[in-house]
């Protein structure tokens, strides 16, 4: 397989305490890769010695099919990132930002720049120092930033902080205009795991700085799980019932929650059955396994 980049046993530790653990990351051209895990599990660290911003103690990088160095300057110019928050300067507009962008990386065509505020929905709003722009706005400039030199590679660190649930609508479906149409690849990290599942077909799954998992995002949707989710008042005796009827395929998961397996069953009839035993329903619906559940029954397993 032709990967664009590759990771080989990466590891950072700070004041003592390990977090990059051996990480081995492949990522294929032309893909659209989802790294997850909660927050400080490792995903910034390892984005930032992707893009030698930080020496790894151990590992290597390799881009394009080189190995990343200190003399690898012309491989980061068909590079594009955010890394954590986004400084700008503060008193330019996001045109100035942005022309001193283009300088920076070499890039001569500004016309670009109309082209990236269009796709970021920020090409009312060039009057305004950067000062002045709410937490989104910046972000939604960083990623006009990250894709104006048209890159090859888009390195993306929680690209949607700060974002509404509608502008994160909009960076999806601009992450996947890039993807499908430029061919651009794209390395996202996110704690939502939900918007991973929406966008990526690749997945990596990070927990305290050891890549668990990386697996094509239809294997995991192969093995969603259809179930019946009950919420009620009393577990024990909701179990103790379900014995009775015969229901071997369920699981208890706390207090409250009950999954039901067995596919075959009326969500209906269940509910009768509970009210008539006295026991308390909560809520009943059926649903799939996401790329949560399989997040944490991984994370769980690894404990």
């Given at each position: ?22 990480v081995n990351i492949h990522i294929p051209k032309g893909a659209i890769y989802g790294f997850v895990g909660p927050n400080g599990a490792g995903k910034s660290t390892v ?179 259809e179930y019946l989710s009950l919420q009620v008042d009393d577990v024990n005796h909701t179990a103790a019932l379900l014995e009775k009827m015969g229901l071997t395929g ?54």
């Amino acid at each position: 397989m032709d990967y664009i980049m590759e990771t080989a046993r990466l590891r950072k530790s700070y004041k003592g305490n390990v977090v990059a653990d051996n990480v081995n990351i492949h990522i294929p051209k032309g893909a659209i890769y989802g790294f997850v895990g909660p927050n400080g599990a490792g995903k910034s660290t390892v984005m930032k010695m992707i893009l030698n911003l930080i020496r790894p103690e151990a590992g290597e990088v390799h881009l394009f099919g080189e190995k990343v160095t200190d003399s690898s300057c012309e491989i980061f110019k068909r590079v594009g990132s955010i890394i954590e928050n986004p400084y700008f300067y503060e008193k330019m507009t996001a045109r100035q930002n942005l022309e001193l962008h283009c300088e920076y990386m070499g890039f001569p065509n500004k016309e670009r720049i109309d082209e990236v505020l269009q796709m970021t929905d920020l090409q009312n709003t060039e009057g305004k120092q950067i000062r002045h722009y709410s937490l989104g706005m910046k972000q939604r400039l960083a990623i006009a930033r990250a894709i104006l030199a048209r890159p090859e590679f888009l390195i993306l660190d929680e690209p949607i902080n700060a974002l509404d649930p509608e502008g994160i609508r909009e960076m999806r479906t601009l992450f996947r205009r890039l993807n499908q149409e430029d061919g651009t690849t794209i390395f996202i990290s996110s704690h939502i795991l939900s918007e991973v599942d929406l966008i990526a077909d690749t997945i990596g799954i990070i927990r305290r700085g050891k890549l668990l998992a990386e697996l094509p995002i239809e294997e995991i949707h192969r093995h969603q799980t259809e179930y019946l989710s009950l919420q009620v008042d009393d577990v024990n005796h909701t179990a103790a019932l379900l014995e009775k009827m015969g229901l071997t395929g369920f699981s208890v998961l706390d207090k409250e929650f009950i999954r039901i397996y067995d596919s075959d069953i009326s969500g209906k009839a269940l509910s009768k059955a509970l009210i008539e035993n006295g026991i308390g329903l909560e809520s009943i619906g059926r649903k799939h396994d996401t790329l949560e559940d399989y997040f944490f029954q991984l994370t769980e397993e690894e404990k």
